[in-house]
């Protein structure tokens, strides 16, 4: 069941403020980490790199906030409409949901394995974790994107979000393999 007309201009109103205040924040923290691993004298196959061992914790937390604040944004964004009635849409939305709730539980679970070398089997399972939640989100996002396009009713910028942010996401893939 989809909510009433100001229901729906209520939910995608929320929605784009938790997410782009999530997304802000991840941005934020990205940035940080790049000046962080600029000065860090931590190995990078250790779990906390670029971080000191008293500032992983924190800083993981912050990212698992971060993923939770774009999950509910995401989440109020679909009850608003933002994928359509359609199949594709649907899955892609599913997906997207299912990447940023994995992100949120990856982000916790790396923290038992803070001092781990990266090629530990629980580290190596997380780091799997990262990667799947990667390619749901990515796929999920251009499957939205191709569902939005095909709505009538979205005629701004706007409907070009979604795919912009899943294409985006497959640009970034491959950078998360190099030093």
């Given amino acids: 069941l989809r909510p009433m007309n100001s229901s729906l201009t209520s939910y995608r109103?929320?929605?784009?403020?938790?997410?782009?205040?999530?997304?802000?924040?991840?941005?934020?923290?990205?940035?940080?980490?790049?000046v962080i691993q600029g000065s860090s004298t931590v190995p990078d196959n250790l779990v906390r790199y670029p971080c000191s061992h008293d500032a992983f914790a924190p800083f993981t937390v912050?990212?698992?906030?971060?993923?939770?604040?774009?999950?509910?944004?995401v989440v109020y964004l679909g009850r608003g409409g933002l994928a359509g009635d359609t199949r594709t849409g649907r899955i892609g939305l599913g997906c997207v949901i299912a990447g940023l709730a994995l992100l949120f539980v990856?982000?916790?679970?790396?923290?038992?394995?803070?001092?781990?070398?990266?090629s530990n089997?629980?580290?190596?399972?997380v780091d799997s974790g990262f990667g799947l939640a990667t390619l749901l989100l990515a796929g999920g996002m251009i499957a939205v994107g191709v569902a939005t396009l095909r709505q009538p009713s979205v005629g701004s910028?706007?409907?070009y979000a979604p795919l912009i942010c899943g294409l985006l996401s497959l640009v970034v893939i491959p950078i998360q393999f190099t030093s």
């Fill in 13 to 34: 109103r929320r929605g784009r403020i938790v997410l782009i205040g999530g997304a802000l924040l991840t941005i934020a923290g990205a940035g940080l980490s790049a």
């Fill in 62 to 73: 912050f990212a698992a906030v971060c993923h939770l604040l774009m999950l509910v944004g």
């Fill in 106 to 118: 990856c982000e916790w679970a790396q923290l038992p394995f803070v001092d781990q070398h990266t």
């Fill in 121 to 125: 089997t629980g580290p190596s399972i």
């Fill in 157 to 159: 910028w706007r409907q």
